[in-house]
């Protein structure tokens, strides 16, 4: 099995930065496509940012404000959160497709979850 953990919420002023981690653990893996969503309350949980080999891609609404990025030595996943808004309040997901083994289809994995509120 293979365990997911964000770190790096909190509370921030608009306009403020934050910096979150994915960390994956386990054994015998090997990270496919990742990517960062979140869910705001009463909402459905939406896409933020995704990360494959060498491409990104973003929401919209966080395009030129958050940037994706992977350490695949430490199996760790970031996104970096500028200029942030209060709409931005959500809980962070992160989300990976992971090999396991010799096994040639990944499977999803996600993590618990990690709070972000913007307010001032």
């Known amino acids: 099995q293979v365990q997911l953990v964000e770190s790096g919420g909190g509370l921030v002023q608009p306009g403020g930065s934050l910096r979150l981690s994915c960390a994956a653990s386990?054994?015998?893996?090997?990270?496919?496509?990742m990517g960062w969503y979140r869910q705001a309350p009463g909402k459905e949980r939406e896409p933020v940012a995704g990360i494959t080999g060498g491409s990104t891609n973003y929401a919209d609404s966080v395009k030129g404000r958050f940037t994706i990025s992977r350490d695949n030595a430490k199996n760790t996943m970031y996104l970096q959160m500028n200029r942030l808004k209060p709409e931005d309040t959500a809980v962070y997901f992160c989300?990976?497709?992971?090999?396991?083994?010799?096994?040639?289809?990944?499977?999803?994995?996600w993590g618990q979850g990690t709070q972000v509120t913007v307010s001032s």
């Open positions: 386990g054994r015998a893996f090997r990270l496919g496509a």
């Open positions: 989300n990976a497709y992971v090999y396991l083994d010799d096994n040639i289809i990944p499977k999803s994995y």
